[in-house]
């Protein structure tokens, strides 16, 4: 499937967007996929019509580009000699059928001088002669920037003083693989042909395989120079299929740059595997958090237990007060040292950290509310039911015998007495002794106060019950916080996977429109090869 620039140029814009919502990328490493599109020669003209090739005249200050475009003109319309260093104005000459349609906001066009012409055979180009970039003036040089983006072939004029200029030739090295470029070594007369040579030399240096160099001279004496060959060049690139051919190699350009864009925005994205380390190094260091916690808490739990053992009746009223103070600030720290050093972590993986520094933030201010409501219900939970289960199914059985065993006592006395009282009454004697009443009382006594005894001594220890059940409340509220740290990574680790897969896809898919149209760029015809850098 084949996907035009504009199209991944929007989905790029969308993910770059959504991505900086959710913290995944800061704006500064976003704002290569979110800024306007790059200007192109044909946005200066309407999208269904064609449009000519535009030429521009480019070159360092005294090599004679304006007398150039003023003889191909036939009449002086550019600015030249003395006063050009300091002109601040883009000079175009043009068919007079044609005009600028679509022309961006801010564009300096109120610093173009236009020329007309009547002249069929250059009805389909439009000459630019740019300012000086090397001028004294520094607006010069970014009126320069500005047009460069519309400018389909430039013809870069040196001469034979002034070939190895430093700032126009960063330009070339800056620009080259985005224009098509001829070049022209202009005021020839005074010029020798190892200079030439060494001016082609250094073209094959920055890219150019086999640079279209031409020799020309601005005297009306000097009548071998290859001007007309240059003119006759520029008119044979002024066709449909030329034109077509260049926006061909420019959106394959736009694309590659795009793919490149991408690609360095992975790598600040981190790795996929990244989070799964993150979590590893988790898994590492919470149960040397949670060993100093357990220490730092020792000495508070056995305080508060003692507090709940002695108002277990108002637990309710006065725990909660109580119970606040024991995540306190010393506790707030250890567990913010533990999530800094998870930060660190990712930093170290290159990971990134606002998306993990706010989901930590989160958990960081649960922490205290989570360890408050675990352990209160567990204490809760363990004063219902103080002790273990045998000693419950102990005291059970206590409290049984402590009424069973009176009763049973009380009945077999008066089971005796009526006994005794029977048995008296046949053989008309006494029934009753005080061994007997002594022994009687003595036994029901005791069978209550055995079981009674029992009960008091054999019950739980409140504040034994009431640590056991902040221990394990404790614990609790640890393996959640643990969970809940553990649920929130792989929740990122999730997020950041589909970010991953999502840029992926956008490689891809410039991948994708990338190859073809390299290949449709490399089929132009022979000279336009050879103006192209590789």
Not at 72 to 93: C, D, H, M, N, Y
Not at 280 to 298: D, I, M, S, Y
């Amino acid at each position: 499937m084949a996907y035009e620039y504009s199209e991944l140029l929007a989905q790029t814009r969308t993910w770059a967007e959504q991505a900086c919502a959710a913290g995944w990328l800061d704006h500064a490493a976003a704002a290569p996929l979110t800024e306007p599109p790059p200007r192109t020669p044909d946005s200066l003209f309407g999208q269904h019509t064609s449009r000519p090739l535009i030429v521009a005249f480019m070159g360092g200050s005294g090599v004679g580009k304006s007398t150039l475009l003023n003889r191909l003109a036939g009449k002086p319309i550019a600015q030249a000699g003395i006063e050009r260093p300091t002109s601040r104005e883009v000079t175009l000459f043009h068919h007079h059928s044609l005009a600028l349609q679509q022309l961006p906001e801010q564009f300096p066009i109120a610093q173009v001088n236009s020329a007309q012409h009547d002249d069929e055979a250059k009805k389909n180009i439009i000459w630019i002669d740019m300012p000086d970039f090397d001028s004294v003036e520094q607006g010069n040089r970014q009126l320069v920037l500005q047009w460069l983006p519309h400018i389909d072939v430039l013809v870069y004029v040196v001469s034979p003083e002034r070939y190895r200029d430093e700032k126009a030739w960063q330009l070339l090295l800056a620009e080259g693989s985005r224009h098509a470029w001829l070049f022209v070594m202009n005021q020839w007369d005074r010029g020798l042909q190892e200079q030439a040579e060494d001016f082609r030399q250094q073209l094959h240096k920055a890219g150019f395989y086999e640079p279209v160099l031409f020799k020309t001279a601005c005297t009306e004496h000097f009548q071998t120079d290859e001007f007309a060959t240059l003119e006759e060049t520029i008119n044979s690139l002024a066709n449909s299929h030329t034109i077509a051919q260049l926006e061909l190699r420019g959106q394959h350009l736009r694309t590659q740059e795009l793919r490149q864009k991408l690609h360095q925005i992975k790598e600040k994205l981190g790795q996929p595997q990244g989070f799964t380390q993150l979590r590893q190094h988790w898994q590492n260091q919470w149960p040397r958090t949670t060993e100093v916690l357990r220490q730092g808490f020792a000495w508070p739990l056995q305080a508060m237990a003692g507090f709940y053992a002695e108002h277990a009746a108002d637990l309710l009223v006065n725990a909660q007060n109580h119970n606040a103070s024991l995540w306190d600030t010393w506790a707030q720290a250890r567990f913010t040292d533990a999530l800094d050093e998870l930060m660190i972590n990712a930093h170290q993986l290159n990971l990134p950290i606002p998306p993990l520094r706010k989901a930590l933030q989160a958990v960081r201010g649960k922490a205290e509310k989570t360890v408050r409501c675990q352990t209160e219900l567990s204490v809760r939970k363990a004063l219902v039911k103080p002790g273990n289960g045998i000693q419950r199914g102990f005291l059970k059985l206590v409290r049984f015998c402590e009424i069973t065993l009176p009763l049973a006592a009380m009945a077999w006395v008066s089971y005796q007495v009526l006994l005794g009282y029977y048995q008296g009454t046949q053989v008309n004697s006494r029934y009753l002794g005080v061994d007997f009443a002594i022994h009687s009382g003595l036994l029901i006594v005791l069978t209550w106060l055995l079981p009674f005894f029992i009960l008091k001594k054999a019950q739980p220890s409140l504040k034994k019950s009431a640590l056991r059940g902040l221990n394990k409340g404790l614990e609790q509220a640890l393996s959640s916080l643990d969970a809940e740290l553990t649920e929130t990574l792989d929740s990122l680790a999730h997020q950041h996977q589909e970010q991953n897969l999502k840029l992926e896809q956008l490689i891809a898919q410039c991948t994708q429109a990338h190859d073809p149209l390299a290949k449709v760029a490399t089929r132009a015809n022979p000279t336009l090869n050879r103006m192209l850098m590789d």
